[in-house]
């Protein structure tokens, strides 16, 4: 008989758990509490253009979100030419090459002007340093203080903060720098970081991101369909997985639906959500791994969507300028973390601008970091304030805008704290103590689209390979 999977959580993650699965020859029930698939994968809709208000590109540097896209037909696009600006010390100013913050070419570093002399004087010194040597009870640090011994605190202030709050949205002294720029680490136990910025892949942000015309939310939409027309998936919205049980056989998962409580039973289960919801999940199956997961902390932001009349006195002038957009330092005290051109960074977006009544531009604000809850518990109308006066302390604009719509994204990107590969390497073995059942998702190897996409791919890989071992010679399905 076909092995009957739950898999929890329609995210990225999910979906590609099911279809590694449905193509082992699972039969698949996946379970989304919300009313569509994508999770961090989001469309939405400003001044009548449907965007993304979530994730928007993909790093192209690793092979497996191309690849996916790939096998479902959609088309890819590469961003635009136009460059990144960092605005800190009062000017918008070029970014100069760095791996995630840590400057490559400090002849750049020193003509951005992003530094103050103090800062560029102890940044300069970082050929002259010796290899960076871990003690032996110094397994892990983080990325801030890595920097701020090889650049001083000014570079980690400056360049890493902004650099790593665009992806997780947290503190550059408290991400572990083994989980996110293990590169980084690398270079530094062998000696200058800046010495060996040859051997660093060139980052020019047209070279390393990938995006999908239209939008990258049409990846778990196409994702969707093609697992349900496989006819051995079953998408499920708007349900709930609120427990889960083990059973003689197998699993039992409550699955809560408006206005409506079941039980579905599973020989295998996948758990494709968020940290804390997966800790609540295995509180009985998994506690240590559960309890480990509880501790994972997550960032909350909020995503701003503006569309502007580009034929409204100034506003070309202050955003059509050549830049895709800006990071904002937290030192400098403002409220946006970033803004992105859209319409300069994809030609799609600029191309869904033109309307019969003149050219729209489209361009996101990010708002909120980890420890900043506080800025985002205001109403939307204050995040549009508050982003519309940071820009425009910015570029110089001063229109009003045509649309605005205001996305947050409550706990939305989990906090890699220093120790976190040992953290995952507890949850992972204490998942695996529980045959047929897996994990997977931007908890735990990555949050960007590529390495959820290979956590859930290995979650599926791990079932196969369990169910296999456990074979009595009987012959499997599939
Ligand atoms: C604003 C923002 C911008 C980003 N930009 C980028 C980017 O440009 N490029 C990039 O690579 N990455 C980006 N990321 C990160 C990336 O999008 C995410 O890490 C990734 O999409 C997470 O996928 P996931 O499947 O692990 O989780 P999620 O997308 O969070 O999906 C989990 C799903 O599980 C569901 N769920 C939760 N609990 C339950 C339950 N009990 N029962 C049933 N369903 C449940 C949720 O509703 C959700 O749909 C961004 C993230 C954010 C927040």
Request: aromatic share 4%; net charge negative.
């Amino acid at each position: 008989m076909d092995q009957r999977v739950v898999v929890v959580g329609g995210g990225i993650a999910g979906l590609v758990a099911a279809r590694e699965l449905a193509a082992a020859g699972r039969t698949v029930l996946l379970l989304e509490g919300s009313p569509t698939v994508g999770g961090k994968l989001r469309r939405g809709e400003v001044a009548g253009i449907t965007l993304d208000v979530g994730a928007e590109a993909i790093v192209n540097r690793r092979p497996e979100g191309v690849a996916l896209a790939r096998e479902l037909g959609i088309g890819l696009v590469r961003p635009s030419a136009a460059t990144s600006r960092i605005w800190t010390r009062g000017a918008l100013r070029p970014l100069p090459r760095t791996l995630m913050g840590a400057p490559l070419d400090l002849a750049q570093l020193a003509d951005s002007g992003v530094l103050g002399d103090e800062g560029l004087r102890a940044a300069r010194r970082e050929p002259e340093l010796a290899a960076t040597t871990l003690t032996e009870a110094e397994t892990d640090l983080s990325v801030g203080d890595l920097v701020d011994r090889r650049y001083g605190p000014e570079v980690t202030d400056r360049l890493v903060e902004p650099l790593l709050g665009g992806v997780y949205a947290g503190r550059a002294r408290e991400i572990s720098v083994r989980a996110a720029i293990p590169s980084l680490l690398d270079l530094a136990e062998r000696g200058s970081i800046t010495a060996q910025a040859g051997g660093v892949p060139p980052s020019a942000a047209g070279s390393i991101f990938t995006g999908i015309p239209g939008g990258m939310w049409r990846l778990p939409v196409e994702l969707g369909r093609a697992l349900v027309a496989t006819g051995r998936v079953e998408i499920r919205t708007g349900a709930m997985a609120t427990g889960l049980r083990r059973t003689a056989d197998g699993f039992e998962v409550t699955v809560r639906t408006a206005g409506d409580e079941r039980l579905e039973t599973a020989d295998e289960v996948v758990l494709a959500t968020p940290a804390a919801p997966t800790a609540r999940l295995l509180a009985t199956v998994a506690p240590a791994a559960s309890g480990e997961l509880a501790r994972v902390e997550y960032a909350s932001t909020a995503v701003v969507t503006f569309a502007f009349h580009a034929d409204d006195p100034g506003v070309r002038a202050a955003l059509d300028v050549g830049a895709s957009g800006f990071l904002v330092p937290p030192v400098d005290g403002r409220r946006i973390k970033a803004a992105t051109f859209s319409f300069a960074k994809w030609d799609w977006v600029r191309a869904g601008g033109a309307t019969p009544e003149g050219d729209l531009l489209v361009l996101r604000t990010s708002v909120g970091r980890i420890g900043e809850e506080e800025t985002l518990q205001v109403p939307d109308e204050e995040l549009v304030a508050a982003s519309l006066a940071d820009l425009a302390e910015a570029t110089g604009l001063s229109a009003e805008p045509v649309d605005a719509r205001v996305q947050r994204w409550g706990g939305g990107l989990p906090q890699y704290a220093v120790g976190h590969l040992d953290r995952v390497a507890r949850i992972r073995a204490g998942v695996a103590a529980v045959p047929g059942l897996a994990v997977c998702g931007a908890a735990y190897d990555g949050v960007g689209i590529p390495a959820v996409i290979a956590s859930a791919q290995r979650a599926a890989a791990e079932l196969v390979a369990g169910s296999c071992a456990g074979d009595t010679g009987d012959s499997p399905e599939g």
